[in-house]
């Protein structure tokens, strides 16, 4: 069973910057993809990033596009979210999840989920 622990998040001003880090305990070689959704109360859950295991392939949300980028320690099956240029409607519970999915977009397709670390951006 894998199990997927965040960290990283917390309060930061305008323009900052967070790392957030996604640890996959006990993955499967079939669990191919690692997303970082983002969720605020009230709204769907939103795609912020994905990264694939084997080939590394990236794949970013139109809002947070050249300001965050995804990438992976495989020998530490942990994938990060460096999140640059902060902005306040960035405010949101973000958490990170697995599975082989048709389409890394859909939060739906995604089988094992964290616990999720807030991130506040404040003006």
């Known amino acids: 069973q894998e199990q997927l622990t965040e960290s990283g998040g917390g309060l930061v001003q305008v323009g900052g910057s967070l790392r957030l880090s996604c640890v996959v305990s006990?993955?499967?070689?079939?669990?191919?993809?690692t997303g970082w959704f983002r969720q605020v109360p009230g709204k769907a859950r939103e795609f912020v990033a994905a990264?694939?295991?084997?080939?590394?392939?990236?794949y970013y949300g139109d809002s947070v596009k050249g300001r965050f980028t995804v990438s992976k320690d495989s020998a530490k099956n942990t994938v990060y979210l460096q999140m640059n240029n902060l902005r306040p409607e960035d405010t949101a519970a973000y958490s990170c999840?697995?599975?082989?999915?048709?389409?890394?977009?859909?939060?739906?397709?995604?089988?094992?989920w964290g616990q999720g670390t807030q991130v506040t951006v404040s003006s």
């Open positions: 990264i694939t295991w084997i080939l590394g392939g990236k």
């Open positions: 999840a697995t599975g082989i999915v048709r389409s890394i977009y859909d939060a739906d397709q995604y089988e094992h």
């Open positions: 006990g993955r499967k070689i079939s669990s191919d993809v």
